[in-house]
């Protein structure tokens, strides 16, 4: 009770606005609604591509939160978050200011697959995105709850938006593109035991009923519901650390940003993290909780690969699973336990956290808690992340179905790029799987859809071996300065020092009969040049299939072609932009079109 009601305070809490994060101008290119991960990427992109941008947030003090983990990266998500620096983003930059624990994950493993990851200090992450968005030209930050978005009809079915309106008597906002990275937020609903109140995230009230309204209602936008949990918070000093196994970070810590040689944290003032491991005591406590856990009971889809200790020890019953005791900061007494996301009532938790050796007199800070949402089915979304019946509405970040930071900023990255660009009326562009994780990402998202959270790992990406954490820059720096214009200058003239300093230094190692011992790490990583050779050909397939545009009104379900009824459906709701779509080429090859047919869709 005294958790709910501390927690239901935090609700009712109301932040005032600082001076000088006000609306300035009636009328912006880009608004921006959502200060988290998607929206503070999608903001900084879209100033920077040249729009007149505004950023919309409930809580100035919440921009750059880390709702759940203090930590950026790992395997599949370093990758990304290497993209979204190579594209000039903030996140890569932020984690080498915050990071206090740096290591690469799957080092057993080749370079192709390597995982940068940090563990965070959470202010130091915050001030440092709040600091980089207030120094962005073309970027206005307000404090505001968006009740409602402004959209008229165009024809029956089309839409365009015209802007926002916010909670109170402001008039209603301008803008020619709205960026929509409300989170966990939408409907969303707290989780505490039996417990249940609405709320976006701890301390934060829901989105308005509005938003919500207009999306289902207005746009007739299909909605899905998912779920997601966080673990307590532990405070360190009640936690026997002499029974748990040391985990130390990275001797030399490798920066996620191109643009550094070193991180903040000195690598000798780095925290170490700890491994623990749950016991069948565990496992009692959760089957004795079951009765008084309202979130485990609901048949909503949770995070598959991030588990709640309740889902962990339902599916494998006597397994001992690994904790993580992560630190919260540099200075925190707070340790986050990795692996230990629940929602039975908080005497409970306590109950269960005791259980484990090294925590057998460890005391609670936060109680875990459980959030349900509703998400927008993202196959409604072009690959430009705009609505796919909505002119000028992009969504980004978990309410496309995704979880996680790293997957939300570099949505809300590309989104920032096309809102910017449809307001400026430039062509929007897609990012190929051929040539990012970012690609990839959106692709799944955009042709297959979700049934549960999405997450990102490098076995979701075919090109894995090319599209590696050392070369993002080379990938997508250049275009992102001359195709796209949402890199700098600087940032640029580096890809370019780095690009031809490897030409040169691969056409030197071409011409020597004994490489020196320098050359060891490049050497290593050419292992892979027969098959990145093999992939590029592969590429130039897809390239030519990226330029063989399909009919939006393509009639798939009569089309006279052999495809199985299952495989028309899917095709007639997708509708997918390109021949090269991963999902036509499932489809085809499942299913191939029958030669004497003449309307084959490779020839639209
Ligand atoms: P958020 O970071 O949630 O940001 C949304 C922002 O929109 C907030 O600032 C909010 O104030 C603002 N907003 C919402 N509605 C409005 C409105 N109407 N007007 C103005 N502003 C508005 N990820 C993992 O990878 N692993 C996990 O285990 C994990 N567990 C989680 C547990 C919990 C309880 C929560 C809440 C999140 C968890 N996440 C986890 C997810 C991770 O926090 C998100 O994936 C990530 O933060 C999503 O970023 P986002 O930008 O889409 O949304």
Request: glycine share 8%.
């Amino acid at each position: 009770r005294k958790w709910w009601s501390s927690l239901r305070n935090g609700l009712s809490r109301v932040s005032r606005a600082p001076a000088g994060y006000r609306a300035i101008h009636r009328r912006y290119d880009v608004i921006v609604v959502g200060g988290g991960h998607a929206g503070t990427e999608a903001a900084a992109a879209a100033a920077r591509v040249g729009a007149e941008t505004l950023l919309v947030t409930q809580k100035i003090d919440t921009i750059g939160a880390l709702s759940c983990n203090p930590s950026l990266g790992g395997v599949g998500k370093g990758q990304l978050v290497r993209e979204v620096d190579a594209l000039d983003g903030l996140c890569g930059r932020a984690g080498d200011r915050a990071g206090i624990h740096f290591s690469v994950l799957n080092r057993s493993k080749g370079p192709a697959v390597w995982g940068p990851r940090a563990q965070l200090d959470r202010q130091r992450y915050r001030d440092f995105i709040q600091a980089e968005l207030l120094a962005t030209p073309r970027l206005e930050v307000m404090e505001g709850s968006v009740e409602e978005l402004l959209v008229e009809e165009e024809r029956p079915g089309r839409h365009r938006v015209t802007g926002i309106r916010l909670a109170g008597h402001a008039p209603p906002l301008e803008a020619s593109s709205v960026i929509l990275t409300t989170g966990t937020f939408l409907s969303g609903f707290l989780f505490l035991g039996q417990t249940s109140s609405p709320g976006g995230r701890i301390g934060d009230p829901p989105s308005s009923s509005g938003l919500s309204r207009t999306l289902k209602e207005t746009l007739g936008l299909q909605v899905g519901r998912l779920r997601t949990g966080t673990p307590p918070r532990i405070l360190k000093d009640s936690v026997d650390l002499t029974l748990a196994t040391l985990h130390p970070p990275d001797q030399h810590p490798t920066p996620f940003s191109f643009l550094n040689t070193h991180t903040h944290c000195k690598p000798e003032e780095q925290l170490p993290c700890y491994l623990v491991r749950t016991t069948p005591g565990v496992d009692r406590v959760v089957m004795e909780s079951l009765d008084d856990n309202s979130h485990i009971q609901e048949d909503t889809k949770g995070p598959r690969y991030c588990p709640s200790i309740e889902s962990r020890v339902l599916r494998f019953p006597g397994r001992s699973h690994q904790v993580w005791l992560e630190p919260e900061g540099m200075t925190s007494n707070l340790l986050y336990p990795q692996g230990l996301s629940m929602t039975m009532p908080p005497d409970m938790q306590l109950r269960l956290l005791r259980q484990i050796p090294a925590l057998h007199r460890v005391e609670i800070s936060t109680p875990g808690y459980g959030v349900q949402y509703d998400y927008v089915c993202p196959t409604q979304l072009c690959p430009s992340l705009q609505v796919k019946t909505t002119q000028g509405l992009f969504l980004a970040g978990q309410i496309n179905g995704t979880t996680g930071y790293e997957e939300a900023a570099a949505q809300g990255l590309w989104a920032g790029v096309n809102a910017a660009r449809s307001a400026l009326a430039a062509p929007l562009l897609a990012l190929s799987r051929t040539e990012s994780y970012i690609g990839v990402l959106i692709d799944d998202l955009v042709t297959r859809g979700v049934t549960e959270p999405y997450r990102m790992f490098t076995s979701r990406a075919e090109f894995r071996t090319l599209l590696r954490p050392d070369n993002a820059d080379l990938r997508l720096t250049l275009k992102g300065f001359e195709e796209v214009g949402c890199v700098s200058a600087q940032r640029y003239n580096e890809a370019v020092r780095v690009k031809e300093g490897l030409e040169e230094a691969f056409s030197t190692l071409g011409s020597l009969s004994r490489s020196p011992r320098d050359w060891r790490k490049t050497l290593e990583t050419t292992v892979y040049r027969p098959h990145c050779e093999l992939q590029k050909k592969e590429i130039q397939r897809i390239e030519r299939e990226e330029g063989m545009y399909l009919s939006p009104d393509l009639d798939y379900l009569s089309l006279p072609v052999s495809l199985s009824n299952e495989v028309r459906e899917i095709l007639d709701r997708v509708r997918p932009t390109t021949v090269s779509s991963d999902l036509v080429g499932s489809a085809l090859f499942l299913h191939p079109i029958s030669h004497n047919t003449k309307h084959s869709p490779f020839s639209l």
